[in-house]
């Protein structure tokens, strides 16, 4: 018998594909492996899509999810709305930039100028597409769900007919990213560290806190084990 091969993954295309993306100011902090990205979009929570309303731009916050292995090139960041929402009938078939950050500190510095902060941050630029395909959009409906709380999907009721009508879905491809990242101490001049003052950083991270019931729970009904794991 002639024993398998597995082929190894194919490797990641690096970031910052085309100009738009290109990181120029604070080069050095410039993150060229897209694992990275993928990293810090399964971690943080909310997204800020911007897009051209009219004759002005919204920049909103929402919820997403990511499907790397998504039909989009690069993989695929999915959002989702009402469909009476303006800004997502203008996000269909145009250019949107979705941002996402993870603040990782307060940087204190010797001066007011050096102030900063520590962070990891996602730039993606793309046509943004409505998802109709049926089997898509249950599958980043659910996503998005698990990226909340992992496994909380499988434990829900389908979602209705009804309510997947007035819901409108979106899918940005990841192909075109950057990501761009700072860490440690303040960058202070000679000077300012010779005078004594004291410098350094507060880092910042992110915790979820004990599950809360709501007070309409019905009686005897435990904090389930997915919203338990959450927590931890």
């Not at 120029?24 to 909310?46: S, T």
């Not at 051209?52 to 999810?65: E, N, S």
């Not at 950050?101 to 730039?123: I, K, P, Q, W």
Request: charged fraction near 25%; hydrophobic fraction near 40%.
């Amino acid at each position: 018998m002639t024993p398998r091969t597995t082929q190894p993954p194919a490797p990641l295309e690096p970031l910052e594909p085309s100009d738009r993306t290109r990181v120029r100011r604070g080069r050095n902090r410039a993150v060229a492996d897209r694992a990275e990205l993928h990293a810090l979009l399964r971690g943080a929570l909310i997204a800020h899509l911007g897009v051209t309303v009219g004759d002005h731009p919204v920049v909103l916050p929402t919820a997403y999810a990511i499907d790397v292995d998504g039909p989009d090139q690069g993989g695929t960041l999915y959002v989702h709305g009402s469909v009476a929402a303006r800004w997502l009938r203008e996000s269909a078939d145009a250019t949107v930039c979705v941002t996402v950050t993870e603040l990782d500190g307060l940087v204190a510095a010797r001066s007011a100028f050096h102030h900063s902060m520590n962070y990891r941050c996602a730039v993606v630029i793309g046509r943004a597409r409505t998802v109709e395909d049926p089997a898509e959009r249950r599958r980043a409906l659910d996503l998005i769900v698990d990226h909340m709380i992992p496994g909380r999907a499988a434990t829900l009721r389908p979602s209705t007919r009804k309510e997947l009508a007035a819901t409108a879905v979106l899918a940005v491809p990841l192909h075109e990213a950057s990501v761009k990242a700072r860490g440690g101490d303040p960058v202070d001049d000679p000077e300012d560290v010779e005078a004594g003052v004291w410098g350094g950083h507060l880092p910042v991270r992110q915790v979820v806190g004990a599950a809360v019931p709501a007070a309409d729970n019905l009686p005897g009904v435990g904090v389930p084990a997915d919203v338990r794991s959450r927590s931890l």
